[in-house]
């Protein structure tokens, strides 16, 4: 018995080393507040550029809070964590209209319909993330030259973003061609 306590004292302090070690590692690369505050800015811009607000001219200047925060401290991990918090608050601010058929149809609260918001938003996420993270890859090779690859970069991840069925304008375009090719044959 003496054994597996000893056994065990020894573990905890090695894991906890292994922890603090990870810890450190990745400390220098989490974005600061100003940093989070730069990416949500992105998204609240680019939200304001959507038609019920009426302010479209934002969308030209909406990612520049954000290109301006990885071009400046291109560090991966800190980027991907950028581009996410930039993607969820973006994807969350922008998909609100989601909710109005769970509150009206489905008859749920809409505290709740709200939340049920949330999981789709966080993984949406995941594309201006991966977005992020591919620039500031590209930063640390080329430079802020490689800001130019930003629209080429967003345009190839706007294309995949139809993973698991996840956007429907895609699937839209496909029906809509099939439909003039169809008129077309005819």
Known sequence: MEDVASTRSRVIPRDAVRLSRLAARFRPQAPTLRDCGAAIASS???????????????????????????????QPWRCFLLGWIFGTVFFYGSCYWLTYSMIHFGGIPAWLAYLLLLPGAVLLGAFPAAFALGLAFAIRKWGTTALLLACPLWSALEKHTSIGGLDNHVAGNRRRDACISDTVKN
């Open 44 to 74: 609240v811009l680019l939200i304001f550029a959507f038609p019920n607000f009426d302010l479209w001219p934002l969308a030209w200047i909406g990612l520049v809070p954000l290109l301006v925060t990885v071009s400046r401290k291109p």
